[in-house]
């Protein structure tokens, strides 16, 4: 399903077509190990099922482009030893199938050293044509028409369901520009649910009328957040 023209829903990417790039973000490898060290003890299925996602989707898109948008690791200001071995590991399948770029989030304090391993730069952010890529943090000051950030984690309950959490992407406006906010790739949590709470990232503090789509077997338009509250 196309979000926004020329750029589609994969899974719990984005593909931009004309120009074959992939993004993803916030995927906070090394989540588990911290979570073990809280004594909170639960499997290390993460880096498989994210190894696996993105394998699926690359093999069938086979971008020229990876654009990570921040928050690849979890720890701020450590690094442990699952997030060495699992990002080395990722960077190095991910940069043998296309070119890797880097966008700094708010956990990749301590990403440098792991990353001056492989020789990859971590950039604050990273403009392709009129797309702005950034973590969503911070606001970047551009004229870009389109910005897509992470940082967020949405996901939406429903009146229904309401125990259950659905990764979603969001589709808004900031400024003239038109916004899109990823889902994280973390496959251990489902994320923040926007229905309930204030949004993270001073990109969504004035969004008005936004778009949920909630990705599960495909991508499904659910309307205006407003109206599913």
Known sequence: MEILKGIEIYELTLFIKESKILVLGDLHLGFEESLNKQGI?????????????LKRIIDKIRPDKIIIVGDLKHEFGSISEQ??????ELIDFLALKSELIIIKGNHD???FPITNKRDI?????????????AHGDVVIEDKSKIIIIGHEHPAVSFKERPTQK???FLKGKYGKAELIVMPSL?????GSDITKGRFMSPYLKNSKNIEVYVNEDKAYRFGRLKDIK
């Open 41 to 53: 003890f639960i499997p290390r299925f993460q880096f498989t099922g994210i190894f696996s996602i």
């Open 83 to 88: 997030e060495w071995r699992h990002v080395l």
């Open 109 to 111: 304090v301590k990403l």
């Open 121 to 133: 730069k971590i950039l604050p952010y990273y403009k392709h044509k009129d797309i702005l890529f």
């Open 166 to 168: 659905y990764k979603c």
């Open 186 to 190: 973390n496959l251990v949590t489902e």
